[in-house]
């Protein structure tokens, strides 16, 4: 008998995504727990449980200390109930099984913030940050995503360009570590870059909205498992999403299920 995908989806301190991405993961065939962060360091839920694991958007701690800085010191430092070791431990064991990780918009940010993308060299070591958009102000717009067909991502294997949306205020990429642009662009793990209505990448603005070097909009670690994007997928399952639904012939499912059936797809073949 077949096994099911287990995803994990977490929530609390701020995320407003869960639902959205639970039903993201179920429309393509994987079972979708939305847990809370306390049920996790509570020791009653344990990662290893699962297969594919979701850092969803939101505002974590009210953003108060930067985009999911906070979140990232709790993950990081926080212990679980009756053991030696944080929670961090547990998400170390889950990747170094081969398991999937997705972080989006606030889980993108979360995952930099811990170091857990690009991981070029090493996990937990940040190299990279989310920082303010260029004109500082939030943006909420529909954005066209040119796709690295080099890329090792799993979640974009076979995909040229996606048209998701956004709603950000703090989405720009930025490195000061000068080796590390270069090693992201040469391994193809910047997956996703804001593009033109052609997928050319841009850093115009509105194409491009938040000046993120290189026109980065999401980035994936050198196995292709871990994988961090701005763009929200899971508000794009269904052509009623698209801000021209009324206007345009679209196939019933949307752009951002894409993703989700190939990271469910590769799991249901390397892993279970």
Same mark, same amino acid.
């Given at each position: 008998?077949?096994?099911?995908?287990?995803?994990?989806?977490?929530?609390?301190?701020?995320?407003?995504?869960?639902?959205?991405?639970?039903?993201? +993961?179920?429309?393509?065939? &994987?079972?979708?727990?939305?847990?809370?962060?306390?049920?996790? *360091?509570?020791?009653?839920?344990?990662?290893?449980?699962?297969?594919?694991?979701?850092?969803?958007?939101?505002?974590?701690?009210?953003?108060?200390?930067?985009?999911?800085?906070?979140?990232?010191?709790?993950?990081?430092? @926080?212990?679980?109930? !009756?053991?030696?070791?944080?929670? @961090?431990?547990?998400?170390?064991?889950?990747? &170094?099984?081969?398991? *999937?990780?997705?972080?989006? +918009?606030?889980?993108?940010? *979360?995952?930099?913030?811990?170091?857990?993308?690009?991981?070029?060299?090493?996990?937990?070591?940040?190299?990279?940050?989310?920082?303010?958009?260029?004109?500082?102000?939030?943006?909420?717009?529909?954005?066209?995503?040119?796709?690295?067909?080099?890329?090792?991502?799993?979640? /974009?294997?076979? *995909?040229?360009?996606?048209? =998701?949306?956004?709603?950000?205020?703090? !989405?720009?990429?930025?490195?000061? +570590? $000068?080796?590390?642009?270069?090693? =992201?662009?040469n391994g193809h793990l910047t997956?996703l870059k804001y593009a033109d209505?052609?997928?050319? #990448? /841009?850093?115009?603005? #509105?194409?491009?909205?938040?000046?993120?070097?290189?026109?980065?909009?999401?980035? +994936?670690?050198?196995?292709?498992?871990?994988?961090?994007?701005? $763009?929200? $997928?899971?508000?794009?399952t269904h052509r009623t999403h698209?801000?021209?639904?009324?206007?345009?012939?679209?196939?019933?499912?949307?752009?951002?299920?894409?993703?989700?059936?190939?990271?469910?797809?590769?799991?249901?073949?390397?892993?279970?």
């Open positions: 008998m077949a096994r099911t995908v287990k995803a994990i989806v977490i929530s609390g301190n701020g995320t407003n995504c869960e639902d959205a991405v639970a039903h993201a +993961c179920r429309l393509v065939g &994987a079972t979708a727990d939305i847990v809370h962060i306390s049920e996790l *360091l509570g020791g009653r839920v344990k990662l290893e449980d699962y297969h594919f694991l979701h850092l969803v958007g939101g505002f974590l701690d009210g953003d108060d200390l930067g985009s999911a800085k906070a979140g990232a010191n709790r993950l990081l430092h @926080a212990r679980v109930a !009756g053991e030696v070791e944080p929670l @961090a431990t547990q998400m170390k064991e889950f990747i &170094a099984a081969g398991k *999937l990780v997705m972080g989006v +918009c606030n889980g993108f940010q *979360l995952l930099v913030k811990m170091g857990l993308l690009p991981a070029i060299e090493s996990h937990f070591q940040q190299t990279c940050t989310l920082t303010n958009n260029d004109h500082g102000r939030f943006e909420d717009r529909w954005c066209w995503l040119k796709v690295d067909p080099d890329s090792p991502c799993v979640y /974009t294997r076979g *995909l040229n360009g996606l048209y =998701l949306p956004i709603r950000h205020g703090e !989405g720009k990429f930025v490195t000061d +570590c $000068p080796e590390t642009l270069p090693q =992201l662009e997956v209505r052609d997928l050319h #990448p /841009t850093m115009e603005f #509105p194409d491009n909205p938040n000046g993120s070097q290189n026109a980065i909009a999401g980035i +994936c670690d050198p196995t292709g498992r871990l994988f961090g994007l701005m $763009p929200h $997928p899971e508000a794009f698209h801000p021209r639904w009324t206007r345009e012939t679209l196939p019933d499912e949307g752009m951002g299920l894409l993703l989700y059936r190939n990271a469910i797809n590769f799991i249901e073949k390397e892993l279970i």
